[in-house]
Nanobody, 127 residues
Framework: QVQLVESGGGLVQAGGSLRLSCAVSGRPFSYYAVGWFRQAPGKEREFVAAISWSGARTEYADSVKGRFTISRDAAKNTVYLQMNSLKSEDTAVYSC????????????????????WGQGTQVAVSE
């Protein structure tokens, strides 16, 4: 099992940037993909971005493509979400999640595939 802790959220003006971090700890029994999801008030949790264990495969929601970048630092067991050109509609609680897999290339957009979740970090974008 793995544990995940997010950090880096905060309040930013529209057009600004934030970088979220997801620190992964524990003893995974296999490779694991990491995804970022977000949930705005009154809305369902939605997919934002995901990255494979190898880092070679990434997936993005259409709403963030070209603005957000997901990456991972294997030495630090940390996954990052660089968010640029932020909009008010990006306001949400952002959570990272891990999905263990036998493949280094596995990546998923489906929140149901992810079994370990962090507590989340709030991102607020003001106009």
């Amino acid at each position: 099992q793995v544990q995940l802790v997010e950090s880096g959220g905060g309040l930013v003006q529209a057009g600004g940037s934030l970088r979220l971090s997801c620190a992964v700890s524990g003893r995974p029994f296999s490779y694991y993909a990491v995804g970022w999801f977000r949930q705005a008030p009154g809305k369902e949790r939605e997919f934002v971005a995901a990255i494979s264990w190898s880092g070679a495969r990434t997936e993005y929601a259409d709403s963030v493509k070209g603005r957000f970048t997901i990456s991972r630092d294997a030495a630090k067991n940390t996954v990052y979400l660089q968010m640029n050109s932020l909009k008010s509609e990006d306001t949400a609680v952002y959570s990272c999640a891990a999905r263990q897999s036998a493949s280094r290339q596995y990546v998923s957009r489906d929140r149901a595939d992810f079994g370990s979740w962090g507590q989340g970090t709030q991102v607020a974008v003001s106009e």
